[in-house]
């Protein structure tokens, strides 16, 4: 029972996500930067997405959702690494669709006027 135990914490502890090749995204006139891995991205691992932002913004609750087929929506939580860029982790579940097409939204907090209060785009999933 004790190497039962002891398995199950060191299988629990390792970061499942892998260095895949990035893509960087202009989400709003160089302003709003996304690094995600190349599309089409893989199913059902941990995609490490990178979202760069102007003094003073910061990134809400954000959700992805199913284009092509419905799925439910995923909710996305980005952690702040300093005083301009924020990390989330993704990860997409596989469909009966060989490739998928997702819309993420990212409500933005802040004041300024010249930037929007959410961008959206789309991006490709594959199994």
Known sequence: MLLLLA???ISCSF??????PT??????QEKIILL?????VPVE???????????GVVPQL???EGESMPMGQIPLQWQQLDANEWQ????LGACTEEQMVWRMTIPLEHQQVALPQSVTFTF????
């Open 7 to 9: 398995l199950s914490s």
């Open 15 to 20: 970061d499942v996500t892998q260095q895949l």
């Open 23 to 28: 893509t960087k995204l202009d989400l709003y």
């Open 36 to 40: 995600m891995p190349r599309q089409p």
């Open 45 to 55: 691992q941990g995609l490490q997405l990178r979202l760069q932002l102007p003094d």
């Open 62 to 64: 954000s959700r992805v």
């Open 88 to 91: 989330a982790i993704l990860y």
């Open 124 to 127: 490709i999933s594959q199994r």
